[in-house]
């Protein structure tokens, strides 16, 4: 099946620095990747949607100026975490569909980001 | 906001069949029933996936009640590497994809027992 996947799983990094996940899809092409964030005992939280060839559609309360998307090609799409803080460590996930019609067909995830910011 | 609801939590037997329930009262016509799980430090991982009929894959089956408000995730016989979040979600899909966000709600822990 499709696989969507995510690099690095884990990153440890000093506050004030920028790191950059990577997500791919493996073997289909996504117009559209989503990416999301998940502490603790949580649930996912959607952060914004990657659209290739154009700006990200971030949802309310993300900032858009400290968590950077791009969506440089149909096979990859990158989430910077700018100028990182503690509290910006959390477990960050991408996802895709290789959907292209009204199917509505499975989303495939990846295996996650963990982000330590010390 | 999400719109399903499913109940926090629940325990079943090791090698028991499993019935996990979601309300989606507000479900429209064009909105698709996903069942995905997440296993710990991992991404969610796809179960299946139906519009009307009940659905049967190698996972799970998918009972969805006629008026489509609800639905239930049957695992036939649990094994402890069923232990795991299972979030019930809605999704309209749609042609350019952009407007097709999946929105997920607090899911129900499964916890198995040996």
């Known amino acids: 099946g499709a696989v969507v996947s995510q690099h690095p799983s884990r990153v440890i990094c000093k506050s004030g620095t920028s790191v950059k996940i990577e997500c791919r899809s493996l073997d289909f092409q996504a117009t559209t990747m989503f990416w999301y964030r998940q502490f603790p005992k949580q649930s996912l939280m959607l952060m914004a949607t990657s659209n290739e060839g154009s700006k990200a559609t971030y949802e309310q309360g993300v900032e858009k100026d400290k968590f950077l998307i791009n969506h440089a090609s149909l096979t990859l799409s990158t989430l910077t975490v700018t100028s990182a803080h503690p509290e910006d460590s959390s477990f960050y996930i991408c996802?895709?569909?290789?959907?292209?019609?009204?199917?509505?067909?499975?989303?495939?995830f990846g295996e996650g980001s963990r982000l330590t910011v010390l | 906001d999400a719109k399903t609801t499913q109940p926090n939590s629940m325990e079943s037997n090791e090698e028991e069949p499993v019935h996990l329930p979601c309300n989606h009262s507000t479900i429209s016509g064009t909105d698709y029933i996903h069942w995905y799980r997440q296993l710990p430090s991992q991404g969610p991982e796809y179960v299946i996936h139906?519009?009307?009929s009940n659905v049967n894959n190698r996972m799970a089956s998918l009972a969805i009640a006629e008026d489509r408000k609800s639905s239930t995730l049957i695992l036939h016989r649990a094994t402890l590497r069923d232990a795991a979040v299972y979030y019930c979600i809605l999704s309209r899909p749609s042609l350019m994809n952009r407007d097709d966000k999946i929105i997920f709600g607090k899911g129900t822990r499964l916890h198995i027992l040996p």
């Open positions: 996802s895709a569909s290789p959907r292209t019609s009204m199917s509505g067909g499975e989303l495939f």
């Open positions: 139906g519009l009307t």
